[in-house]
């Protein structure tokens, strides 16, 4: 059974620190891992990653993949309010839809 | 459409009722899938289409849930003779093919059976 898991659950951090989330996963047939962000409802799209120890980056937001030792990191650099949010990490199993992980909630006080 | 949008956005339902929650997909996007997510916890795979196909239902709970997506575009969920552990939040993805492509959700329907 395909399964993710997701380390911290919740994270509480002032404003300008940085953060890492773990996501680590067993899956039969590793095609990609997904890195998601939900607020107060869709889940929105941040990263996909196939390649071991090749770095995505958006803005502030970073990760990574080793698929040597089944695990992703997402990075957070000089949080801001605005990235509270759950971060979702996924991989799609063997019925091509996703599995997920419970998610970190992640919380940036001012 | 610029998005995948879900209606309705809410739905209250009686013990025993039938509910029919619909998905209108990214235009073009071939694969779609529905997810069940309760409070506090990540989705959880329900079903998936390629165009009008559907090539999994292994995550539908019970024999009480039907999808369908006739066209190939848009899909209805249906929940027959709800319970009240049907109450989650139901939320749609649509893909431009197969995985790894990524998904992207519509802001899902949350149903709360009474």
């Known amino acids: 059974e395909d399964k993710v898991v997701q380390s911290p659950l919740s994270l509480v951090v002032h404003e300008g620190d940085t953060v890492t989330l773990n996501c680590s996963y067993e899956?039969?047939?590793?095609?990609?891992l997904l890195w998601y962000k939900q607020e107060k409802k869709a889940p929105t799209f941040l990263f996909m990653l196939t390649s071991s120890g090749i770095e995505k980056k958006s803005g502030r937001l970073s990760s990574i993949l080793d698929k040597k030792e089944l695990f992703s990191i997402l990075n957070i650099t000089a949080t801001q309010t605005g990235d509270s949010a759950i971060y979702l990490c996924?991989?799609?199993?063997?019925?091509?839809?996703?599995?997920f992980g419970k998610g970190t909630h992640l919380i940036i006080q001012p | 459409g610029a998005g995948v949008s879900q209606s309705p956005r809410y739905k209250v339902a009686k013990r025993g009722q039938d509910v029919a929650l619909r998905c209108d997909p990214i235009?073009?996007?071939?694969?779609l899938f529905w997810y069940q997510q309760a409070l506090g916890q990540g989705p959880e795979f329900l079903t998936y289409f390629q165009n009008e196909a559907q090539l999994d239902k292994s995550g539908l709970p019970s024999d009480r849930f039907f999808a369908e997506r006739p066209e190939g575009s848009v899909s209805t969920l249906k929940i027959q003779r709800t319970q009240q552990e049907d109450s989650a939040v139901y939320l749609c993805a649509s893909s431009i093919a197969r995985p790894p492509y990524e998904q992207y959700f519509g802001p899902g329907t949350r149903l709360t059976v009474t």
């Open positions: 899956v039969t047939n590793f095609r990609s």
């Open positions: 996924a991989v799609p199993g063997g019925a091509d839809g996703l599995t």
């Open positions: 235009s073009g996007h071939v694969s």
